[in-house]
């Protein structure tokens, strides 16, 4: 619920009590008139302030990052070329709770225009999508890593993006593959590190830098309806 009401991911959220990462809530509201996403989102942070007492405040840490750079061998970004979906900003599906959920249950395999979807599938994970400018492509890394992930490359332009992964210890928002995938497996199938370097010519270097995170001040259960 933080997540959306403050647009941040779980590893910019600090402090409070354990129920908060456990407890689970159904909240059911209706929103008069046509909101828009952010709208709402503003009226989701009302509710936690109003029912769970939430008081919150943004500070500046130094984290670890990583930081995207063009491989040594050079840029390998593909100019946009055909046609890609249109999406529509206020249904773009995120995932919940800061993991992805399993095949099957999480986005269709779609090429949108200027968003990267993530489709998961036996053979590993496909991030895709249409004439993405470079901001995006770093939103979704830093979703999938776990980590803010900052802009290195110098590329203003727009790209065709499909990079093809298995998801393993540095990709904590992705499931592992299904245990019963067996064979079906591409013992292949590069690391999300390798991928970016042979793929899409780019590369992640850990390092620290400022991160802007929410600390929770004050929180409690909330009182029953």
Same mark, same amino acid.
């Given at each position: 619920?933080?997540?959306?009401?403050?647009?941040?991911?779980?590893? &910019?959220?600090?402090?409070?009590?354990?129920?908060?990462?456990?407890?689970?809530?159904? #909240?059911?509201?209706?929103?008069?008139?046509?909101?828009?996403?952010?709208?709402?989102?503003?009226?989701? &942070?009302?509710?936690?302030? !109003?029912?769970?007492?939430?008081? #919150?405040?943004?500070?500046?840490?130094?984290?670890?990052?990583?930081?995207?750079?063009?491989?040594?061998?050079?840029?390998?970004?593909?100019?946009?070329?055909?046609?890609?979906?249109?999406?529509?900003?206020?249904?773009?599906?995120?995932?919940? $709770?800061?993991?992805?959920?399993?095949?099957?249950?999480?986005?269709?395999?779609?090429? /949108?225009?200027?968003?990267?979807?993530?489709?998961? &599938?036996?053979?590993?994970?496909?991030? &895709?999508?249409?004439?993405?400018?470079?901001?995006?492509?770093? /939103?979704?890394?830093?979703?999938?890593?776990?980590?803010?992930?900052? !802009?290195?490359?110098?590329?203003?332009?727009?790209?065709?993006?499909?990079?093809?992964?298995?998801?393993?210890?540095?990709?904590?928002?992705?499931?592992?593959?299904?245990?019963?995938?067996?064979?079906?497996? !591409?013992?292949?199938?590069?690391?999300?590190?390798?991928?970016?370097?042979?793929?899409?010519?780019? /590369?992640?270097?850990?390092?620290? $830098?400022?991160?802007?995170? #929410?600390? #929770?001040?004050?929180?409690?259960?909330?009182?029953?309806?």
């Amino acid at each position: 619920l933080m997540q959306n009401a403050y647009s941040v991911q779980p590893f &910019q959220i600090v402090g409070g009590p354990a129920w908060t990462d456990s407890d689970r809530y159904e #909240i059911d509201a209706k929103a008069t008139g046509s909101a828009s996403r952010a709208q709402i989102f503003l009226m989701l &942070q009302s509710l936690l302030e !109003d029912r769970f007492h939430l008081r #919150i405040h943004r500070e500046t840490r130094d984290l670890p990052v990583y930081a995207l750079a063009p491989a040594r061998s050079g840029l390998k970004l593909p100019p946009p070329e055909g046609a890609c979906a249109e999406p529509s900003v206020d249904t773009l599906p995120e995932w919940a $709770g800061g993991r992805m959920l399993p095949p099957g249950q999480g986005e269709p395999h779609l090429k /949108r225009c200027g968003a990267v979807g993530i489709a998961l &599938q036996a053979g590993g994970a496909r991030m &895709q999508g249409g004439k993405i400018p470079m901001a995006e492509l770093v /939103r979704r890394l830093s979703m999938v890593l776990g980590r803010t992930v900052v !802009d290195k490359t110098g590329f203003s332009g727009l790209f065709d993006l499909q990079l093809d992964f298995l998801p393993d210890e540095t990709t904590p928002a992705l499931p592992p593959p299904p245990p019963d995938a067996g064979s079906s497996l !591409d013992s292949r199938a590069p690391s999300i590190l390798t991928a970016l370097q042979e793929q899409l010519g780019l /590369r992640l270097e850990s390092t620290k $830098g400022p991160v802007e995170v #929410i600390v #929770i001040d004050h929180v409690e259960p909330p009182s029953a309806n």
